[in-house]
């Protein structure tokens, strides 16, 4: 059935789906698309609740509740397109550029500071990721297709609760919150903090796993382990330099602006290794990365702006120490996003 259903779909000049069948390219971005959007709704919710309790920043409250669902569906219609296109050898790469970019973030930092955009920043990654991890570690299991259908049963059914649950906080959780009768709302009231904890760890694993399986894809493709050092070899130097020098300008200078230069010069580095060592059909996918990376970062700016201003008000403010605090009679808890480290 599902031959006869892929035997309907267009046949192009060239390989755009890889080694897998469009269909289970398809469900292959679908569940990457799905991952990215959960990423969202739970930022979402951290980011308004803590808006909420902060004063200062009642109006980026607002500016979260505006955002249409309508957009969220163009969102996830928009990002399964770009990955079930996206083939396996550019995503492989794009995760373990940002996996190297994120640890090097992570070690410049002083130690008590946070970088909370981590988990902005790495939307498109986790979803290359996802696709990386799907494509190896089905690749020639006998009922394939049925594993994908099942994984993108669990990926919907996921988002949708997620989605759900930030659309009830948005609107209901300063009523509920105040008249303590909805058990979801209650249980964020004291357990909100501990969501940017949840997403480490869940990213920690999904990135270790992808991590493993770009070098296992990307080395099926040399014949020798002489071909796989002059590969690996020049691209690790490359990139180390690269994000080291761009995680230095963005620590500088912490701006929007900075953010998408950083996206550029990341993807102008790729296209130069590709038309290097690559095949004509990985610079269209990063032209394609390029498109998914941007409307990542721009669909969530909003976001991502109030995670700019906290980490650069932690970075450059010093916590007065307890003992000082005459005018506290209680420690009252933070409302940072938890480190990624």
Same mark, same amino acid.
């Given at each position: ?19 897998? +069948?469009?269909?289970?390219?398809? #469900? ?6 799905c991952a990215v959007s959960t990423l969202c709704s739970l930022m979402k919710v951290h980011l308004f /609740?803590?808006? !909420? &309790? ?9 500016? *979260? ?10 969102? %996830? ?17 794009? /995760?373990?550029?940002? +996996? ?6 992570? @070690?410049? #930092? ?9 988990? @902005?920043?790495?939307?498109?990654? !986790? ?19 049925? &594993?994908? *259908? ?7 059914? *996921? =988002? ?9 906080? $948005?609107? =209901?959780?300063? #009523? ?9 709302? *209650?249980t964020l009231l004291t357990n909100w903090h501990g969501i940017p904890s949840l997403l480490c760890c ?6 270790? /796993? ?7 894809? %990307? ?9 796989? %050092? ?7 130097? $490359?990139?180390?330099?690269? /994000? ?22 990341? =993807? ?10 690559? #095949? ?5 996918? %990063?032209?394609? +990365? ?12 909003? =976001? !991502? ?11 450059? +403010? ?10 506290a009679r209680t420690p009252k808890p933070s409302s940072s996003i938890a480190g990624t480290s």
């Open positions: 059935m599902f031959g006869f259903l892929t035997s309907l779909l267009p046949r192009l000049p060239w390989d755009l789906w890889g080694s897998s +069948s469009p269909l289970d390219a398809f #469900l292959q971005g679908l569940v990457g698309a /609740v803590m808006c !909420l &309790n902060d004063p200062d920043r009642r109006t980026q409250k607002e500016k *979260i509740r505006a955002q249409r669902p309508l957009l969220e569906d163009l969102h %996830i219609c928009l990002l399964t397109s770009i990955f079930t296109v996206v083939g396996s050898r550019v995503a492989a790469l794009v /995760v373990l550029e940002f +996996s190297l970019r994120a640890v090097s973030m992570l @070690l410049s #930092l002083n130690k008590g500071s946070q970088n909370s955009q981590l988990f @902005l920043m790495c939307q498109y990654s !986790l979803g290359c990721g996802i696709i990386c991890s799907l494509h190896y570690l089905h690749e020639g299991a006998p009922h394939r297709t049925w &594993n994908l *259908i099942l994984a993108v049963g669990l990926a919907v059914l *996921i =988002m949708w609760y997620t989605r759900r649950l930030s659309k009830h906080i $948005c609107t =209901m959780y300063e #009523l509920h919150s105040r008249e303590q009768y909805c058990g979801v709302c *209650i869940a990213l920690k694993i999904t990135f270790v /796993v992808a991590d493993l399986t770009a070098i296992a894809l %990307i080395n099926k493709d040399f014949l020798s382990t002489s071909e796989a %050092i002059r590969f690996w070899t020049p691209l690790t130097i $490359c990139y180390t330099l690269l /994000v080291i020098y761009m995680q230095e300008e963005q620590r500088q200078k912490p701006s929007e602006q900075m953010v998408y230069q950083t996206v550029f010069v990341r =993807m102008g580095g790729l296209l130069i290794l590709m038309l290097t060592v690559g #095949l004509w059909m990985d610079i269209l996918h %990063i032209f394609i +990365s390029l498109v998914g990376e941007l409307w990542c970062l721009i669909r969530s700016g909003i =976001m !991502l702006d109030i995670c700019r201003e906290q980490d650069f008000s932690q970075r450059f +403010s010093k916590p007065i120490p307890r003992s000082y605090d005459v005018t």
